[in-house]
């Protein structure tokens, strides 16, 4: 499904201009699985990518979900590779 189907029509002007850069990607890392959302922010007269991560993992007796809104990916895979549970 298209990221716009998800999320809907944009909802200012301004917004048309900034969809067509939304990224949404997804896959498989160690045991996680995992998705990025990318898209441009702006603050007055200066601006970058945001980019939000999803990492999603089984276990016995239920779902770790783990969401990072910035950091560094080595910051993020010392968080992941920090993490100890059973497998489903």
């Known amino acids: 499904m298209w990221l716009g189907e998800c999320l809907g029509p ?12 939304v990224s ?8 996680w699985r995992k ?18 991560r999803f990492y999603v993992a089984s276990m016995k007796g239920g779902t770790l979900a783990l969401v990072f809104m910035g950091g560094e990916d080595h910051e993020v895979q010392r968080i992941l590779h920090s993490v100890s549970m059973q497998n489903k």
């Open 24 to 31: 949404a990607t997804d896959g498989e890392e160690g045991l």
């Open 10 to 21: 944009p909802p200012h002007p301004l917004h048309s201009k900034v969809w067509p850069h």
């Open 35 to 52: 998705a990025v959302i990318q898209y441009p922010v702006w603050y007055g007269d200066y601006g970058g990518v945001a980019r939000i």
